[in-house]
């Protein structure tokens, strides 16, 4: 067992962080401000990161990508949890998914993506459909050699600024031991395509600048050459290749949180009542001592999924663990931190209320807390069970 | 042309230093440690030298503990071509390390060597002169500007009072000072292809240096905090607090 970065790793920790404090960070109030980032700055983060050689760099260098492991990837993703959400999506990590991109869907997509030319979006859930994707209503019926879309997907991020989405869709019924089941298929859909629209999604307390919409299909005709992975496998393509981003979230909530952390501690170091600092009064230096140790807790989940999915033996367990400790220390650490500040906590003038607000969305997006708890309690229960 | 960095592994800029409680030096427990932020300068102007063709061959050197490594890979992320890295645990004196810079200078035949004018750990500002002085070269100390081409290098040098412009016959010592250049953070590739560059490993046995310290540190102490200030109402009451309290009219 190693617990130490690499001589490589470190200097790509530092030179993420340099980016974030000089690209990404001095734009931080603008976004929450304007509750948007402007498309020239999405623009100028995307040519930064390419000349800095982040962006995309989840990919492997023989996509054009960047050639990090799973781990080094984690290690990245804390240093941009630190900064504003809708900020750092702009230095892309495309999703992991459109590696089962094939024959002329990988000069169509996978590539231009890498590159930076073209950005995704993944539309999964629907308003009958969160938790329980399988019973989308999404359908997509053949009609020779297409596929004809209709449905409506709610809560699809990125999608204002995507000039694709990823749609899964139900593509049929099969007959299980367990009753019918629909058959989901996977699709690559222009976001230009006749029939495909998308409507700015209701405003969220979270992550202000980023934002989700709603897409909706009628009579959207799409060829089956778009099929990405194999047809009535979507869910296959999925399991093989979005595990991981869970991690993404679970790392970048240790970067937010430590960066609350850090703001707390200088608070309390210098904030004085009763004649001393507050950092001074238990009630405070408790709180902080859980605080950084809850945080090292999450880091080290983080990064234990993340040494084992790139050694090619990533666990979803691991992944579920990773996300549920990770957001909701987040929720305890920015609440804390909150509290520390007392009332200066909650002015928008600091970044602590927004650490705060910003917490929230991670305990529900990427699958909630609970369904973490499933995929735990499974495989906690299996191997007892006949 | 070939260019020699050399590049100290000191406590991080951004650290606040504290001093150990047996006064014996700061405390490097568990701190973070970084290059010494005028070497940085110091490797960006070489790989700037290679990139619009005035050097071929920019090498970094680093003397220290097992982790100066890190240094160096920083260096050769940067852009540098390739690392020396002379092993020594515990303290080294500028004398000590102006010597063994001066056997490497004896390998590798620089034309120039380009230093930080200073460690900002014990901000000693002795090894390039030390260094230009065991070699016999001419040496350009404070340097906020470079231009070097064809066996001489002019340099522009922050002095007392303004600039000074001073031509030097090659090969020569710089020492660098903080308006020359700003310094560069590694990409991506330039620090995959940093991991291939070599680290060649040496002792000071190997270049025959003796490194028994001649200093010995009595005490070291924290600066004396700062009191803090107040604010008077009134000119009259600033003079009686400046008579009565401060004693100085
Ligand atoms: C800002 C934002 C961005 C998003 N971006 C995307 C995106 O880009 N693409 C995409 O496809 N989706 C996206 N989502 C959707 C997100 O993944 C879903 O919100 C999430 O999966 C939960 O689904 P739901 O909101 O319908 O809640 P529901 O599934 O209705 O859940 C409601 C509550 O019931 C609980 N619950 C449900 N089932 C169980 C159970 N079996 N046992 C115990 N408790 C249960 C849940 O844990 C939750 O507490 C986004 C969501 C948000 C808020």
């Known amino acids: ?386 | 042309m070939k260019v020699l960095v050399p590049v100290k592994r000191v406590i991080d800029y951004n650290v606040k230093v504290r001093v150990k409680a047996d006064r014996t030096g700061v405390d490097l427990a568990n701190v973070k440690m970084s290059m010494n932020p005028f070497d940085e300068i110091a490797v960006e102007e070489a790989v700037r030298m290679k990139e619009a063709g005035a050097a071929d061959e920019a090498v970094a050197v680093s003397l220290g503990p097992q982790q100066s490594q890190e240094t160096l890979r920083t260096a050769l992320a940067m852009g540098a071509d390739r690392a020396i890295h002379v092993v020594h645990d515990g303290e080294l004196e500028p004398l000590a390390v102006a010597k063994m810079l001066a056997g490497v200078v004896g390998e590798e035949a620089p034309d120039l060597v380009i230093l930080g004018k200073q460690a900002i750990d014990d901000d000693a500002n002795q090894t390039g002169q030390m260094l230009s002085g065991l070699l016999g070269w001419s040496q350009g100390t404070f340097v906020s500007k470079v231009d070097a081409s064809d066996g001489a290098v002019r340099v522009v040098r922050e002095v007392d009072g303004g600039l000074e412009t001073v031509a030097l016959r090659m090969p020569a010592v710089l020492t660098v000072d903080l308006r020359l250049n700003e310094p560069r953070y590694a990409s991506l590739p330039n620090i995959m292809k940093a991991r291939k560059k070599e680290i060649a490993r040496k002792t000071p046995a190997d270049l025959g240096v003796d490194t028994t310290p001649r200093l010995n540190t009595l005490r070291v102490e924290e600066p004396p905090k700062r009191q803090g200030g107040l604010k008077v109402g009134s000119v009259a009451e600033l003079v009686d607090k400046l008579h009565n309290d401060a004693g100085v009219i």
């Open chain 1, 1 to 386: 067992m190693q617990f130490s970065l690499s001589e490589e790793q470190t200097l790509i920790v530092e030179t993420v962080r340099r980016f974030v404090e000089e690209e990404l960070a001095p734009y931080e109030d603008e976004v929450e401000r304007d509750n948007r980032v402007r498309p020239e700055l999405i623009r100028q983060v995307r040519e930064r990161a390419i000349e800095r050689g982040l962006y995309a760099a989840n990919m492997p260098e023989d996509l054009g990508g960047g050639g990090l492991d799973a781990l080094t990837v984690a290690l990245m993703e804390i240093e941009l949890g630190r900064t504003s959400f809708a900020l750092q999506y702009a230095v892309a990590r495309p999703s992991n998914i459109l590696r089962a991109c094939k024959g002329e869907q990988v000069e169509r997509y996978l590539l231009p993506t890498v590159r930076g030319e073209r950005v995704e979006c993944l539309a999964m859930t629907e308003p009958q459909a969160g938790s329980d994707l399988r019973a989308m209503k999404t359908r997509a019926e053949r009609d020779g050699d297409r596929y004809v879309i209709n449905g409506a997907k709610h809560f699809v991020s990125y999608a204002d600024v995507a000039d694709y989405a990823i749609l899964f869709a139900a593509s049929g019924v099969e007959d299980t031991p367990r009753g019918p089941r629909s058959r989901i298929t996977s699709f690559l859909v222009d976001k230009d395509t006749p029939g495909f629209d998308v409507v700015m999604g209701p405003e969220s307390v979270s992550h202000r600048g980023f934002h989700h919409c709603e897409l909706v299909f009628t009579d959207c005709r799409v060829h089956e050459d778009r099929i990405l992975g194999e047809e009535h496998k979507g869910f296959d393509v999925a399991n093989a290749w979005l595990g991981a981003t869970r991690l993404t979230v679970a790392a970048q909530c240790v970067g937010r949180a430590r960066r609350a952390l850090d703001m707390a501690a200088e608070w309390a170091a210098t904030r004085k009542q009763f004649g001393q600092a507050i950092g001074k009064f238990q009630g405070t230096s408790f709180k902080l001592a859980d605080m950084a140790t809850g945080i090292e807790a999450a880091e080290l989940l983080v990064l234990r999924a993340a040494d084992r999915e790139a050694r090619g033996e990533g666990r979803d367990r691991d992944f579920a663990m990773a996300k549920l400790y990770a957001t909701e220390m987040l929720a305890r650490v920015t609440d804390d931190a909150l509290q520390i500040y007392g009332g200066m906590g909650l002015v928008k003038d600091l970044p602590i209320e927004r650490f705060w607000r910003d917490a929230r969305v991670e305990r529900i997006w990427d699958g909630t807390s609970e369904i973490q708890r499933h995929i735990i309690s499974r495989s906690v229960l299996r191997p007892h069970e006949d």
